[in-house]
T-cell receptor, first 115, second 114 residues
Framework: EPEVTQTPSHQVTQMGQEVILRCVPI?????FYWYRQILGQKVEFLVS????????KSEIFDDQFSVERPDGSNFTLKIRSTKLEDSAMYFC?????????????FGPGTRLTVL | AQKVTQAQTEISVVEKEDVTLDCVYE???????LFWYKQPPSGELVFLIR??????QNEISGRYSWNFQKSTSSFNFTITASQVVDSAVYFC???????????FGAGTTVTVRA
């Protein structure tokens, strides 16, 4: 199983502040994803990133969200102005292999708390 | 749009009992893939199995087994002789051949009591 790390493990921020969540896959992959899970709820898709561009995004992924691979290895999710309802666990995932339908392996998650 | 339904919210069993988790899905795709993930109390999402829509063979891995029935659009998961370490939330998920995202069910919380 490929290893994916995420930093930080827990982020506490004030409403309206910007946060950047980081994902570091150990080896090179083509497909990257962000999902979130509000406490006690289902896992929700945010965005998929393929070949250095967004391939699909959900309704949740509005203008306050952005993703990028700033240095070709890290994969980041930025929330420009956090809201209380952004409090959730954010998971990065990668797919190995050459297809978007390959198994997605998840990082340990970043717990975001917006006060 | 893909839809995955896990009607069982919580299941509680005593150790060594078998437990079956139901998963029913809806899709218009002819080619799709089904998954099960485990989320233990520590919070990470652990991949358990991937099954494509053309392979209806049941699969067994240790105490885990999966029953895929296309006729009823179900992909059920059974834990045999449950153990306390099996206590977790289990998610069923689906991805269509042209999708870039997993669609998850709501999850089933399994509690195994010693």
């Amino acid at each position: 199983e490929p290893e994916v790390t995420q930093t930080p493990s827990h982020q506490v921020t004030q409403m309206g502040q910007e946060v950047i969540l980081r994902c570091v896959p150990i080896s090179n992959h083509l497909y990257f994803y962000w999902y979130r899970q509000i406490l006690g709820q289902k896992v929700e898709f945010l965005v998929s990133f393929y070949n250095n561009e967004i391939s699909e995004k959900s309704e949740i992924f509005d203008d306050q969200f952005s993703v990028e691979r700033p240095d070709g290895s890290n994969f980041t999710l930025k929330i420009r102005s956090t809201k209380l309802e952004d409090s959730a666990m954010y998971f990065c995932a990668i797919a190995i292999g050459g297809s978007s339908t390959d198994t997605q392996y998840f990082g340990p998650g970043t717990r975001l708390t917006v006060l | 749009a893909q839809k995955v339904t896990q009607a069982q919210t919580e299941i509680s069993v005593v150790e060594k009992e078998d437990v079956t988790l139901d998963c029913v899905y809806e899709t218009r795709d002819t080619t799709y893939y089904l998954f099960w993930y485990k989320q233990p109390p520590s919070g990470e999402l652990v991949f358990l199995i991937r099954r494509n829509s053309f392979d209806e063979q049941n699969e067994i891995s240790g105490r885990y087994s999966w029953n895929f029935q296309k006729s009823t659009s179900s992909f059920n998961f059974t834990i045999t002789a449950s153990q306390v370490v099996d206590s977790a939330v289990y998610f069923c998920a689906l991805i269509g051949s042209n999708d870039y995202k997993l669609s998850f069910g709501a999850g089933t919380t399994v509690t195994v009591r010693a």
